[in-house]
C-alpha cells in the first residue's frame, strides 16, 4: 500500500498538479494539449513518443486518426493504428465499468455504446452520424503508459514523466505532492499529502479547481459536482487517467467501489471537503 506523508517536501517546486525536486536534467515542451515534462533519462524518448501518439490522437489535427473517424461517422468504419485502437478500446472498458460515466464521445449524438470496434480488422465506427470522439480524458495517460513501457525496456533509466495530470514513475522512487483542492484556486497553496510512486506506477488527478465545471457528467451533460478532487494510483497510466475521472463523476461512495474493482488506490476528496481513501493511510 501506498503511504501519504504529510509533509511538504523541502525545496519542491510546484507544476500543475504535481510537485517534485528541481534537476538540471529536465525538459519540458508543449504537446497533447497539455506541458509535458521529463525529468531524468531518456527525455528524447519520451518527447518523440509523445508527439507520435499527439499526431494520432489530436482531434483538433485534420490529418489525425481520430479526425478521420469523426469524419467517418455514420458512414463507414475506418482502419487506424494499433494505439488509436488500443486507447478507444481501453476507454470503452471503463464507459462500461462506471456505467458511463467515462465517455469519450461528444456532445449529444450518440454515447460510448454506439462505438463499434472491429478487433479482427482494427477498424473503429461511430455509428450515429455526427458523432465526434475527444480523447482527452484518456490521451495523455495513455501516451505516459506508451512512454513508461519504452523506458522500462531499458532497465538503466531512471525517469518521471508528468504531462499535469498524469505521472509515470520509472526506475525508482519518486515523491509526488498532491494539491490540496479544498484550497486550490483560492489563492492559497497546500498538499494534501506526499505519494510514493515506485517504479512502474502512474498516478492520475482530476479536479474542478484549475478550470471550474469542466468535468461533465456524460449521461446528464450536467457539471459534475459530487467531488473536488480524485487521485488514482495504477499500474497502467491509461487506465489510471480514465478512472479519475470516471470516479470524479460517480462520487465517492461509487467511485470508491470503481477503484476497489479495478484494484487502484484513490484518495476522494468530496464537495464537502471530506476524505475517502484506500490507501490504508487516512489523512487529516
Not at 50 to 65: K, M
Not at 67 to 93: C, M, Q, W, Y
Not at 189 to 207: K, M, N, P
Not at 211 to 239: F, K, N
Request: glycine content about 12%; proline content about 2%.
Amino acid at each position: 500500500m501506498k503511504k501519504y506523508l504529510l509533509f511538504i517536501v523541502v525545496g519542491v517546486s510546484l507544476l500543475g498538479l504535481s510537485l517534485f525536486l528541481l534537476s538540471p536534467r529536465e525538459q519540458t515542451i508543449f504537446t497533447m494539449g497539455t506541458t509535458l515534462r521529463v525529468k531524468g533519462d531518456g527525455r528524447e524518448i519520451a518527447i518523440a513518443e509523445a508527439g507520435r501518439l499527439n499526431a494520432l490522437l489530436n482531434r483538433f489535427d485534420p490529418s489525425s486518426e481520430v479526425s478521420a473517424i469523426n469524419l467517418a461517422a455514420g458512414l463507414h468504419p475506418v482502419k487506424v493504428s494499433r494505439e488509436t485502437f488500443d486507447v478507444i478500446a481501453i476507454s470503452l472498458i471503463i464507459s462500461e465499468l462506471s456505467d458511463g460515466a467515462f465517455d469519450v464521445t461528444m456532445g449529444e449524438n450518440g454515447n460510448w455504446r454506439d462505438i463499434a470496434l472491429n478487433g479482427k480488422e482494427q477498424k473503429i465506427f461511430l455509428a450515429r452520424k455526427g458523432m465526434k470522439i475527444d480523447l482527452g480524458g484518456i490521451g495523455k495517460g495513455y501516451a505516459i503508459e506508451k512512454i513508461k513501457r519504452l523506458l522500462r525496456a531499458d532497465r538503466g533509466n531512471k525517469t518521471l514523466v508528468d504531462m499535469r495530470s498524469s505521472i509515470g514513475a520509472i526506475g525508482r522512487s519518486w515523491k509526488i505532492g498532491i494539491v490540496d483542492p479544498r484550497l486550490a484556486g483560492r489563492g492559497a497553496s497546500r498538499v494534501l499529502g506526499v505519494a510514493v510512486l515506485d517504479d512502474g506506477e502512474t498516478l492520475s488527478t482530476s479536479g474542478g479547481y484549475e478550470q471550474p465545471g469542466h468535468i461533465i457528467d456524460p449521461r446528464t451533460g450536467q457539471t459534475a459536482e459530487q467531488c473536488l478532487g480524485v487521485t488514482v494510483i495504477a499500474q497502467d497510466a491509461a487506465i489510471a487517467d480514465a478512472l479519475s475521472t470516471a470516479i470524479f463523476v460517480l462520487g465517492p461512495e461509487k467511485g470508491m467501489e470503481l477503484a476497489n474493482k479495478l484494484a487502484a488506490q484513490a484518495v476522494i476528496v468530496d464537495k464537502k471537503g471530506k476524505i475517502y481513501d484506500n490507501f490504508g493511510f487516512k489523512l487529516r
